[in-house]
Antibody, heavy 118, light 110 residues
Framework: EVQLVESGGGLVQPGASLKLSCVAS????????MSWVRQTPGKTMEWIGD????????NYAPSLKNRFTISRDNAKSTLYLQMSNVRSEDTATYYC???????????WGQGVMVTVSS | DIVLTQSPALAVSLGQRATISCRAS??????????MHWYQQKPGEQPKLLIY???NLASGIPVRFSGSGSGTDFTLTINPVQADDIATYYC?????????FGSGTKLEIK
């Protein structure tokens, strides 16, 4: 059974940093591009970026690339999202879907909530 | 960025056909592929892939779901609608980066 389990969320103050993790199982993690997608409280879906199966290449949403960094550890089947200088508008549920053919999101986890507030 | 426009809500009677549309601000088709995809999200759950490349049914999805379209206009059809289909449906394009989503259409029962 495919599983993606996100963790590391919670309440964080504006300007702080936060690192999210996503542990994958049930499929060959190292064969997949992986992504981060977030959903705001108003239900807007936003693609954050993705990373090549070997970690050698990343793409980012232009509005986020200066603050967010995606990385992976294939030995641990784990994807990461490093968030820096967080803002209230970063409040969302964060998902780490597997990206099939660099086109669509095949598998999704339950997501992890991040709330940015003082 | 490619903007995807969806109607906010659609009300349909059980057993009837639901047609959910998604319009792109520019073509999301290539000579070989229509790069539009559809997801279902039930309350409190993660999104689930329904249709990829405009018309291909994802694994395990019932055949009452279908997709069509090309260029800038795409449709997700559910026929017949069942009570379990109550959800919000999102389209997503992969023609160019950044990948973008529609704002979602909430399917309601009349």
């Amino acid at each position: 059974e495919v599983q993606l389990v996100e963790s590391g969320g919670g309440l964080v103050q504006p300007g702080a940093s936060l690192k999210l993790s996503c542990v994958a199982s049930g499929f060959t993690f190292s064969d997949y591009w992986m992504s981060w997608v977030r959903q705001t409280p108003g239900k807007t879906m936003e693609w954050i970026g993705d990373i090549k199966y070997d970690g050698s290449y990343t793409n980012y949403a232009p509005s986020l690339k200066n603050r967010f960094t995606i990385s992976r550890d294939n030995a641990k089947s784990t994807l990461y999202l490093q968030m820096s200088n967080v803002r209230s508008e970063d409040t969302a549920t964060y998902y780490c879907p597997a990206l099939r053919s660099m086109d669509y999101f095949d598998y999704w986890g339950q997501g992890v909530m991040v709330t940015v507030s003082s | 960025d490619i903007v995807l426009t969806q109607s906010p809500a659609l009300a349909v009677s059980l057993g009837q056909r639901a047609t959910i549309s998604c319009r792109a601000s520019q073509s999301v088709s290539t000579s070989s592929y229509n790069l539009m995809h559809w997801y279902q999200q039930k309350p409190g759950e993660q999104p689930k892939l329904l249709i990829y490349d405009a018309s291909n049914l994802a694994s395990g999805i019932p055949v009452r779901f279908s997709g069509s379209g090309s260029g800038t206009d795409f449709t997700l059809t559910i026929n017949p609608v069942q009570a379990d289909d109550i959800a919000t449906y999102y389209c997503q394009q992969s023609r160019e980066l950044p990948l973008t989503f529609g704002s979602g259409t909430k399917l309601e029962i009349k």
